[in-house]
């Protein structure tokens, strides 16, 4: 095999002495999993946006990350960045706020009229996507980009599913929401509104070749509660659905002054929130468990008490009567578990709202051959396809962790599988690299840089707006921590490697290119893979 080098041997030169005879190690350029890449649902490649974020090349960037995931102006705003909380940076000083560049860029693309590039050639097949949540989204986009049409059915008048219907809008304004989606059509997603889907078969006998569902979960599940008047029960899903588009002053009566919210999820804080924000004096979460156990992101939790919302731990709903509540105090058994106690309190409530979680509609799903539900949830092979050929579920109905970045997953896997599906083939994601833990680098390299701290609306504002409460990054502070990032796992080309080798057995290959090892000089002392910042070098045993 040629080499990209050649060395001229003179008489008498020390380069006749090669030294890699030596060795009974190798060094070997590597390119490991970055731990944020490993932690994203959505599957996005974030250290290589990063990569193009920090050099200043925005479109770029937003470029990269659309690749994965078509909505980074809603990602970045209500994703729960759990590739933060896996950050190698965190050991240093913060994780670097992925989450707050995500949103930078996908503001910057709305700014800018940013458009995806041509999808590929037609191929003549037609894919019923039912639902145009996040994963309804996603799979329409990919399919698209794959050359097939995508055609979505949404029963609901406007797009977004429980983006618009369950998340509130100080969390994701509809501006923002709209502009998404309004890419993805000019991109060539059809989607048509008001057309709800009764039967999965006749969907496939209507000229679709495969079909998508992401139906989201939509229906509220109840609990029994005697009641001295029904009308004051309301379930979360539908107060949040209402809010959509209706005039504030007709919502504020229907939960009254004292609103009371049972459950302890994201959606009970929202409408909490939501309650303090339509005028409610007072709005109390009860919550059966301890704050450790409860299912709401910690920071919402956070958010929520700074607004005002009261929460009380350890309680349950006994009944409801005509202008209060009777709760009943728990405590946790050796086990952790919540038991009842027999002491019970009063409080004063207009309205109580039942945030107990959702189920999705299974009734497009009857009669279905080889279909199988279980406890609620369509069931799905490795490849997101349901055990009847050319039907394929993701999203809410496929899954309990029911987020939006998990769904936008679901959605691009379906279609990469549905794609392999009309072509005859079997879907097989590439084989993962090994993790870039942070034992692997030398963060002696890495100064500290404080993350950048987004800027929240003032706590008055909060309470009686439905502005949006966290801002985004400038041009300025985004580019700062973008830079944060430490490469984990792959060269970034910082040239340590060519400074610190004794023998000079490391050859620069040009930008871009990276570097090679000269193994007829490399003694294997190992210096470069000690003083790699980014351990993006492994030594290996040599083979005899």
């Known amino acids: 095999m040629e080499k990209p080098f050649a060395i001229t041997l003179d008489p008498g030169s020390s380069l006749a002495n090669r030294t890699g005879s030596w060795r009974t190690f190798r060094p070997e350029y590597v390119d490991r999993l970055p731990p944020c890449n490993a932690a994203c649902p959505a599957g996005e490649n974030i250290q290589g ?135 993805l059509v000019d991109f060539g997603v059809e989607i048509r509104l008001r057309t709800k889907v009764s039967n999965v078969l006749e969907a496939l006998q209507d000229g679709f070749d495969a079909v998508f569902l992401g ?81 709401a992101h910690d920071f919402e939790v956070e958010e929520a008490l700074q607004e005002g919302i009261s929460i009380k731990w350890l309680s349950t709903i006994k009944e409801a009567g005509e202008d209060d509540i009777m709760i009943e105090k728990m405590a946790l058994d050796d086990k952790g578990f919540p038991q009842p106690t027999g002491e019970f309190e009063r409080i004063p409530a207009d309205s109580v709202v ?34 009847h050929p050319g039907v394929f579920a993701g999203g809410d109905m496929a899954g309990n962790e029911r987020t939006v970045t998990v769904a936008v997953g679901h959605g691009k896997k379906a279609a990469r599988a549905i794609d392999a599906y009309l072509r005859g083939k079997t879907y097989a994601p590439p084989p993962k690299p090994e993790l870039a833990t942070f034992e692997r680098m030398n963060p002696w390299y890495y100064s500290d840089a404080p993350k950048t701290v987004r800027p929240v609306l003032d706590i008055i504002r909060r309470q009686s707006t439905f502005e949006e409460v966290l801002g985004g990054l400038d041009e300025h502070n985004a580019l700062f921590e973008a830079r944060r990032c430490m490469s984990c796992g792959n060269c970034f080309e910082c040239d340590n490697c060519y400074g610190v080798c004794p023998d000079n057995a490391v050859i620069k290959l040009g930008p871009g290119r990276r570097f090679q090892f000269n193994y007829d000089y490399c003694k294997g002392c190992g210096v470069c893979a000690a003083e790699c910042p980014c351990g993006a070098i492994r030594m290996v045993p040599e083979e005899n």
């Open 49 to 183: 946006w990063l990569f193009h974020a920090e050099g200043g090349d925005y479109e770029a960037a937003w470029r990269a990350l659309t690749d994965n995931n078509p909505l980074p102006a809603i990602m970045g705003r209500v994703c729960y960045h759990p590739c933060e909380s896996a950050c190698n940076r965190q050991n240093i000083d913060a994780a670097v706020g992925i989450n707050s560049v995500e949103r930078f860029l996908g503001d910057e693309a709305i700014k800018r009229g940013w458009k995806f590039h041509p999808s590929a050639q037609d191929s003549g097949k037609r894919v019923l996507v039912v639902g145009s949540g996040p994963a309804g989204l996603s799979a329409a986009y990919h399919l698209t980009r794959l050359g097939h049409r995508a055609v979505i059915h949404e029963a609901a008048p406007l797009a977004g599913g429980m983006m618009r219907y369950g998340i509130p809008k100080y969390r994701l304004p509809r501006d923002v929401l709209d502009a998404e989606i309004r890419r």
């Open 215 to 295: 139906v989201g979960a939509h229906i509220a599940k109840r609990a029994y509660i005697p009641a001295g008047d029904a009308s004051k029960v309301l379930d979360a899903v539908a107060v949040l659905h209402d809010m959509e588009g209706a005039q504030l002053p007709d919502m504020a009566p229907m939960l009254g002054r004292r609103v009371v919210v049972y459950g302890g999820g994201n959606t009970a804080i929202d409408v909490a929130r939501t309650a303090k924000r339509l005028g409610a004096e007072e709005a109390i979460i009860v919550y059966r468990r301890t704050r450790e156990k409860m299912p």
């Open 354 to 387: 039942l945030a107990l979680g959702q189920d999705s509609d299974l009734g497009l799903l009857e009669n279905v051959p080889g279909l199988v539900t279980d406890k609620g949830l369509v069931q799905v092979d490795a490849a997101m396809m349901t055990g």
